[in-house]
């Protein structure tokens, strides 16, 4: 996979500064201790979050060695624990709506919250994120996010045609228009597109119905189900001429690279997709993990974030957003991550575009799954 360009140098006095302040765990007592024998650190994520752009520096001077185990859906991420020995996982990467379900089964360790810095959060949402507390007691800690919304090939599809997700049944596009592999973010979308807005998971069986009617009317335009790296594939090749499900978290590595693609927030509302981190139950390593989530919340760690060669995401922490802007303001341009910009994610959110991902509220993940299945094999 193409790697993302790093950022420019720190050269400026308050750059500097900034980097230093927040990188707490660059200064661990690991440093220079050449002797010391490596720390495993078994780590269950997303494809690319234990790759060296990512944890290397915290590797090198914490002598700490990352072993990740990669999956795709919240739904794989659960089964993968739940066939595992507790203690098996040191640090979990969850998306946001499955950490409830951690909680409640148990897999995960609670946090303190006096070690995460929740007044230097973006947004007041992501310092008590829903579901990521019990009662007040924190169990997982928010480190990125990005949008789900209209991803098309600039070629095939306007811009005036993708401000809706209408542009998916384009006769054009018979045959070329592709899913990302996991219900949650394309019945999303295809309930934003029934218009119920802020509903679009609490769904009583007459609005699940024409859910489930819309998504099939759509399955003559597919041309294919992909994990990740078909997805990618799929729009680089132009085989996809637009994705279902997936926004700049996949269309930003290739648009980097000059490729005709593009994702847009459409008028019917995105999706927010938020990963977070959580301490693995019986962990032996929970104090290292507690000084990786740190780094990672660092201004630092919130550039490393943002670049990540595997997928892009946005920054949560106002030090990150700032520092950003100084080191690689093309990003930060790209990604509209900078002081009023119109388009920028927190102004997205705040005036009502954006709904966080969830899970069904009226069904369960089983019903939805079902219907998943049998989409796909219509």
């Given amino acids: ?33 050449a002797w010391a024998s490596t720390t495993e650190i078994n780590m ?28 795709a859906g919240g739904d794989n991420m659960l089964g993968l624990i739940a066939q595992s ?26 946090l303190d919250a006096a070690d995460y810095p929740l007044d230097d959060m973006l ?34 599809v306007s811009a005036e045609e993708a401000e809706s997700y209408a542009c ?7 045959g070329k228009v592709g899913h990302f592999d996991w219900h949650l973010p394309t019945l999303g979308q295809m309930s934003l597109y029934n218009g119920n807005g802020a509903g679009l998971w609490d769904l009583d069986d007459a609005a699940w119905a024409k859910v489930q009617e819309t998504t099939m009317s759509l399955r003559p335009q597919v041309g294919g189900f992909f994990d990740f790296g078909g997805t990618f594939n ?32 459409p008028k019917e509302g995105g999706i927010q997709w ?6 693995g139950k019986g962990s032996e390593k929970a104090d290292l993990v507690k000084t990786f989530i740190q780094y990672m919340l660092s201004p630092e760690g919130q550039v490393k974030s943002a670049q990540m060669a595997a997928y892009p995401g946005n920054i949560v922490t106002k030090g990150g957003f700032e520092l950003l802007g100084e080191v690689d303001p093309k990003e930060a341009a790209r990604t509209h991550q900078l002081p009023g910009d119109p388009m920028n994610p927190i102004t997205l959110i705040d005036t009502g575009r954006i709904h966080y991902r969830d899970i069904p509220r009226q069904q369960s993940l089983e019903d939805w799954n079902d219907f998943w299945s049998e989409y796909k094999n219509a």
Wanted: glycine share 10%; aromatic share 12%; proline share 7%.
């Fill in 123 to 156: 947004y007041p949402d992501f310092q008590k994120f829903p579901g990521h507390w019990s009662d007040d007691t924190l169990m997982s800690m928010m480190v990125r996010f990005g949008h789900l919304g209209v991803s098309y090939n600039t070629t095939a």
């Fill in 234 to 265: 799929g729009l680089k090749n132009g085989e996809m001429l637009a994705m279902v499900g997936i926004g700049d978290w996949i269309t930003g590595i290739l648009e980097k690279d000059g490729a005709p693609v593009a994702s847009v927030i």
């Fill in 1 to 33: 996979m193409t790697q993302r360009n790093k950022a420019a140098p720190f050269a400026a006095t308050r750059r500097q500064a900034l980097k230093l302040g927040g990188a707490v765990a660059l200064s661990a007592p690991f440093v220079g201790r």
């Fill in 85 to 110: 020995p507790p203690g098996t996982y040191d640090v979990i990467l969850s998306d946001a709506e499955f950490v409830q379900q951690l909680d409640a089964a148990g897999y995960i360790e609670p």
């Fill in 168 to 174: 998916f049944w384009k006769p054009e596009l018979k």
């Fill in 44 to 71: 269950l994520a997303w494809y690319g979050h234990g790759e060296p752009d990512i944890v290397g520096a915290f590797e090198e001077a914490n002598n700490v060695k990352f072993v990740p185990k990669y999956y």
């Fill in 274 to 279: 938020t990963e977070s981190y959580c301490i």
